[in-house]
């Protein structure tokens, strides 16, 4: 969420700035709501005012025997009291239309974000490892995949399109993944570990800006409440509407949860195989920092999701996005990319945001600095620690034996009991 104080104090620096990501101008319109929500809120507060001082004025004026005044009193008052509820439901809806304006504007990018409209226009910024060489041609996952345990068709059967059942060898690759990647961000990065709610309120997904905008991509049960697109919602909604102690910050939360997407924008893209479902798992990292520390913070956050795929010996790049392919409440993202041979090419497979204050003000997330008085936006970061599938697909298709079979890379040998060898179920 924006500060229209802010908008309204450099309405062309505004504007400026959101026509780096495609929106047209807009402050013009913002300001010109804003005063007149101001406007008629100060008329409100006057007359409201006066219709009190004239209301006491007029026991002064019965007291006093003074019956004209206190007739003339009374008819002010009466002509007050009907003409303040409209004033008063006027500026209400001023001030509605404003905030549905702010509320769907994305957050405006850092300086150091490229300009472009697409993928295409994303900024390699680093590159590790090597992608591996092959004796025979290597295969994707999902011819790879199914003997070992990813049972597409049944999936399928069960629940329809994007949806896999997975089993055996699979599963516990999958199983092993995940808390590889949670043991590695605790033990490791200092992050605290959660279990958060995969069911939350409205109010949860507007402060991390899946609502109003995007509520096509989510799923929403009969109660009134919404599936989770990723725990980024949940663990950034622990401090809603709190004011923290500078001594407190950072915090640092990690989970593992279930996910769930319905991939409304993205028909016909990656229908096969385990890339794009609509449930799946994925650990994700949140950090809530002082705004003096969120850019050492960023590249924290996104060091330690490399250090996974480090670990894994998976060849990766980061990438910076550019203007018009960052997400809506990002203010510069990096995404990693895996090295996936059967595609040959590079996939994402992590993506870590700083949001600024731009979260924070939409949930009302403040601190105190140490020796002020006032309160301050907190920033808010957000990142994968990977997705759990995504990583899945990329080990079986790096480590993938010509007879079908996968290796498991060293560090996951103690998650699977010793287990060296993916192999088909006979």
């Not at 101001?38 to 507060?45: F, P």
């Not at 009291?81 to 500026?91: D, G, M, S, T, V």
């Not at 590695?184 to 800006?209: I, K, M, N, W």
């Amino acid at each position: 969420m924006h500060d229209i104080r802010l908008i309204r104090d450099d309405p062309a620096a505004f504007d400026a700035a959101l026509a780096r990501r495609g929106v047209a101008p807009i402050a013009a319109e913002l300001v010109a709501l804003d005063e007149r929500h101001r406007s008629l809120t100060t008329e409100a507060q006057v007359a409201l005012a006066r219709r009190n001082e004239a209301s006491k004025a007029i026991g002064a004026a019965k007291a006093a025997k003074d019956e004209a005044t206190s007739a003339a009193l009374m008819q002010e008052v009466a002509a007050l009291k009907q003409r303040l509820p409209a004033i008063e439901a006027e500026a209400k809806s001023l001030g509605d239309a404003l905030q549905e304006r702010l509320a769907i504007l994305p957050n405006v990018p850092l300086p150091d974000v490229p300009e472009g409209t697409d993928e295409n226009d994303n900024v390699i910024v680093a590159e590790h490892g090597t992608p591996p060489s092959f004796p025979f041609a290597p295969v994707e996952h999902n011819v790879l995949g199914p003997p070992l345990g990813l049972d597409f068709e049944t999936g399928a059967a069960m629940s329809g399109a994007r949806f896999t059942l997975v089993r055996g060898a699979a599963a516990k690759l999958h199983r092993a993944l995940g808390q590889f990647m949670l043991d590695t961000l605790s033990d490791r990065h200092g992050y605290e570990q959660v279990v958060p709610p995969l069911l939350v309120r409205d109010e949860a997904l507007f402060g991390t800006g899946q609502l109003p905008k995007f509520a096509e991509d989510l799923f929403h049960t009969t109660d009134g409440r919404w599936l989770i697109p990723t725990a980024e919602v949940s663990l950034t909604n622990i401090i809603a509407n709190s004011i923290l102690s500078e001594a407190e910050l950072p915090l640092r939360f990690a989970a593992l949860t279930a996910c769930f997407r319905s991939e409304a924008g993205a028909a016909g893209r990656d229908t096969r195989g385990f890339i794009r479902q609509h449930q799946f798992e994925k650990v994700e990292m949140v950090s809530i920092v002082p705004p003096h520390a969120s850019e050492a913070e960023h590249e924290r956050m996104t060091a330690c999701a490399e250090s996974i795929l480090i670990a894994l010996d998976l060849p990766f790049r980061r990438m910076k996005l550019c203007t018009g392919d960052m997400g809506f409440t990002g203010a510069r993202t990096y995404d990693l990319e895996v090295w996936l041979p059967g595609q040959d090419r590079y996939r994402e497979i992590s993506s870590c945001s700083t949001c600024t204050d731009f979260q924070a003000r939409r949930m009302n997330a403040r601190y105190r600095p140490e020796g002020e008085k006032g309160t301050r936006f907190v920033h808010t970061l957000n990142g994968s620690g990977l997705a759990v599938g995504r990583t899945l697909v990329a080990v079986l298709e790096n480590y993938q034996q010509e007879n079908g079979t996968v290796s498991v890379p060293d560090v996951l040998v103690p998650y699977l009991g010793g287990m060296t060898l993916l192999e088909p179920a006979r």
